[in-house]
Each structure stands twice: as C-alpha cells, then as structure tokens.
C-alpha cells in the first residue's frame, strides 16, 4: 500500500504488525458496542456482505482471476464460506450477547489448538504426540480460567455465552481442516472475497430463520460507527495489511497476531467502555499462550532461525497448495502442525482463520 511506504523500513514490520493487532483486536468491542443496535446475525451478514465486494474489486485489481474455476475452488469457497465466515462469526455475535468482547477474544484464542487437534483425527499423516495434548489441555484449562464455571453459574451468562464462542472457535478449526487436502490455486484474495460473499448470504439465510428484522435495527451514530469500523477498519483496511504482510514475512510469522488480539480488545475495553477483566482472565489467556507455543513449537523455533538467519529461510507455503488466509477477529487457518509444521497458525479463511 503506498500510505505505507513511508515508514521507515526497519520499523515497517513492526508497525505493520501492531496495525494489524489493533484493528482485529479492536473488532470484538466494537462488535459488542454494536450489538447493542442490531441483531447479531444480521449485524455478521451486512458488515461481511459489503466488505466482500469491497475485497473482490480489490482482488479484480491486483490479480488475474476474480472467480473460482472447478469443483476444487468452489469446494474451498464453499467450506471456507460456512464455518470460517458465517458459522464462526455468527456464533460470536451471539455468543457476544452474553460475554465481554475481551473475554471472547481470550476464548477464540484456542482456534489454533483446536485446528490441530482436529486435524491430527481427521489427516492420517497428521498426528497429535503427547507433547501437544499437552499443550491441547493446557488450552482447554486456560478456557476454564476465563469461564471460571461453578454449580451456582452454571446457566449464567458467562457459561452460556463462553460456550456459544467457543463452539465458534470449533467451527473455525474445523472450516481450516477442512479445505487443507483440497488443491486449489485459486489467489488469496478472491478467494477471501467469495468466501465473504458466500458467507455473508449463509448468515442471512440464517438471521431469517431467528426471526431477526430489518425493523429492528436503531441507526444511531453508535450503530453506524460500528458497523462502518467493522466493515472498513477491521475489514478491508485490516485484509489490505493482512496481504501485505503475509507476501513480505510468510503466513507462520504472520499469524500470529492472533495472540495479540486477546491483549488488544482487553485494552480498548477498558479504554473505550471502562470495563477490566479479572486476574483469571489474564492467566487464562497465558495458559492459553503457553498451549500454543507447546503445540506449534516446531513452527517457533523454525521462526526463531528464519530472524537469525534470514538468508537460510524461504517463506513457508500452505499444505493446500494456496496461502493462509484468515477472518478479522479471531485467529488464522492454520495447515501446521505437530507433524507438518509448514504454515501459519484467522486466520482467516484463505487456507488458512474471529472476526
């Protein structure tokens, strides 16, 4: 991007990274600002409908392809589609309802470890050792933490939505499993835009069945603040980065800005609502931490060498065959593993992941 430009190049990434932290971290306040306006399904389908056009005349301009071509594309459209875009990010504007954006920042933070966990059942050459279920529980104690469920909450608000999120972070994992065996070639770009696309109809598909109208939208300034740093800020403007950074740096390094996300929208909580998240909150998110790095160690210590040898290390491509891409707010698609640590940990939805 040629705003870009001007930065300095030893501070570039950097900066770069820490935009990127800030615009996907941010999202989950304003989406819990938002909701307080607007149904949350139809809240996802709008805000995705229209950062998905946006993102396709971007990618009509940078690449030479604007559709999918074959059943192979449009399979990863697909499934990109539904889990990454409307099944996550349905279930986390619900889930929102009931939980703090800080608090469902902390939970989606296990996507990562849950896409692991997954694909060592579902891929015959991807199996989880016993070093990773250790880092696998250890990110299942740090959502204990967070949740800190008891007989008397069990019903509450937090125990209801907490689980609506992370059933959100379930179906993230599972969307980027899923489309890690199918060979696609098809430009990260288009296919975020299509997935979007795809998505944004499937969440109004499913806003009708919840019975949500457009009556019941209020179009204050708050609302339209939300929605517009949602679709523009943490949508497209956060993408722009997201491509950027991933054609410069590799989608390992990259993504993992997932992990700074929880740390950002704890921040702007407090800034923007004033609210403060208890001590277990803090360790949760640590645990969590910890698990990630237990599981993707290999991919760490293969980064680590890339900074200290930067000549000796090529940028990692995707298992699929296409790059990782990944949804604001949340963490990346990841294709490594324990076994095959050859890509990022969003992220979105491109092969590979909030929000």
Same mark, same amino acid.
Request: aromatic fraction near 8%; charge should be negative.
């Given at each position: 991007?040629?705003?870009? &430009?001007?930065?300095?190049?030893?501070?570039?990434?950097?900066?770069?990274?820490?935009?990127?932290?800030?615009?996907?971290?941010?999202?989950?306040?304003?989406?819990?600002?938002?909701?307080?306006?607007?149904?949350?399904? !139809?809240?996802?389908?709008?805000?995705?409908?229209?950062?998905?056009?946006?993102?396709?005349?971007?990618?009509?301009? +940078?690449?030479? $392809?604007?559709?999918?071509?074959?059943?192979?594309?449009?399979?990863?459209?697909?499934?990109?589609?539904?889990?990454?875009?409307?099944?996550?990010?349905? !279930?986390?504007? *619900?889930?929102?309802?009931?939980?703090?954006?800080?608090?469902?920042?902390?939970?989606?933070? /296990?996507?990562? *470890?849950?896409?692991?966990?997954?694909?060592?059942? +579902? !891929?015959?050459?991807?199996?989880?050792?016993?070093?990773?279920?250790?880092?696998?529980?250890?990110?299942?104690?740090?959502?204990?933490?967070?949740?800190?469920?008891?007989?008397?909450?069990?019903?509450?608000?937090?125990?209801?939505?907490?689980?609506?999120?992370?059933?959100?972070?379930?179906?993230?994992?599972?969307?980027?499993?899923?489309?890690?065996?199918?060979?696609?070639?098809?430009?990260?770009?288009?296919?975020?835009?299509?997935?979007?696309?795809?998505?944004?109809?499937?969440?109004?598909?499913?806003?009708?069945?919840?019975?949500?109208?457009?009556?019941?939208?209020?179009?204050? /300034?708050?609302?339209?603040?939300?929605?517009?740093?949602?679709?523009?800020?943490?949508?497209?403007?956060?993408?722009?980065?997201?491509?950027?950074?991933?054609?410069?740096?590799?989608?390992?390094?990259?993504? %993992?800005?997932?992990?700074?996300?929880?740390?950002?929208? *704890?921040? +702007?909580?407090? %800034?923007?609502? @004033?609210?403060?998240?208890?001590?277990?909150?803090?360790? @949760?998110?640590?645990? *969590? !931490?910890?698990?990630?790095? +237990?599981?993707?160690?290999?991919?760490? $210590?293969?980064?680590? $060498?890339? $900074?200290?040898?930067?000549?000796?290390? &090529?940028?990692?491509?995707?298992?699929?065959?296409?790059? &990782?891409?990944?949804?604001?707010?949340?963490?990346?698609?990841?294709?490594?593993?324990?076994?095959?640590?050859?890509?990022?940990?969003?992220?979105?939805?491109?092969?590979?992941?909030?929000?």
């Amino acid at each position: 991007m040629k705003i870009l &430009d001007s930065i300095p190049s030893e501070y570039r990434q950097s900066v770069l990274f820490s935009m990127l932290a800030l615009c996907w971290g941010s999202s989950f306040v304003a989406i819990e600002v938002g909701l307080e306006y607007v149904p949350p399904i !139809l809240f996802a389908g709008s805000r995705y409908a229209l950062a998905g056009v946006i993102v396709l005349g971007y990618a009509a301009v +940078v690449t030479d $392809r604007v559709r999918p071509v074959g059943r192979a594309e449009w399979l990863v459209v697909t499934i990109a589609g539904v889990f990454v875009i409307a099944l996550y990010h349905g !279930l986390l504007y *619900i889930g929102e309802l009931y939980v703090s954006g800080a608090v469902a920042a902390t939970v989606v933070s /296990t996507a990562p *470890i849950l896409t692991v966990v997954f694909a060592s059942a +579902v !891929l015959p050459n991807q199996r989880l050792g016993p070093v990773g279920v250790v880092g696998f529980v250890l990110g299942l104690l740090g959502v204990v933490l967070v949740v800190q469920p008891s007989p008397a909450a069990l019903g509450g608000d937090m125990i209801v939505g907490a689980a609506i999120v992370f059933a959100s972070a379930v179906a993230f994992a599972l969307g980027s499993v899923l489309v890690r065996p199918i060979e696609s070639n098809l430009p990260i770009e288009t296919l975020q835009a299509w997935a979007m696309l795809l998505g944004a109809g499937v969440l109004f598909g499913w806003a009708g069945l919840r019975g949500e109208s457009v009556a019941a939208i209020e179009l204050t /300034t708050t609302a339209l603040l939300s929605y517009a740093y949602l679709t523009f800020v943490s949508g497209v403007f956060a993408f722009l980065l997201y491509f950027e950074l991933l054609e410069e740096n590799g989608p390992t390094q990259v993504n %993992l800005v997932g992990y700074a996300e929880p740390a950002v929208a *704890i921040g +702007v909580s407090w %800034l923007v609502l @004033g609210s403060v998240v208890d001590s277990l909150t803090i360790v @949760g998110l640590l645990t *969590i !931490l910890v698990g990630f790095v +237990v599981i993707k160690r290999r991919a760490i $210590r293969s980064l680590v $060498r890339s $900074r200290l040898e930067p000549t000796a290390f &090529d940028h990692q491509q995707t298992a699929g065959g296409h790059p &990782d891409a990944r949804t604001d707010g949340g963490t990346p698609i990841e294709a490594d593993t324990e076994v095959r640590e050859s890509a990022d940990g969003d992220r979105s939805v491109a092969t590979r992941k909030k929000r």
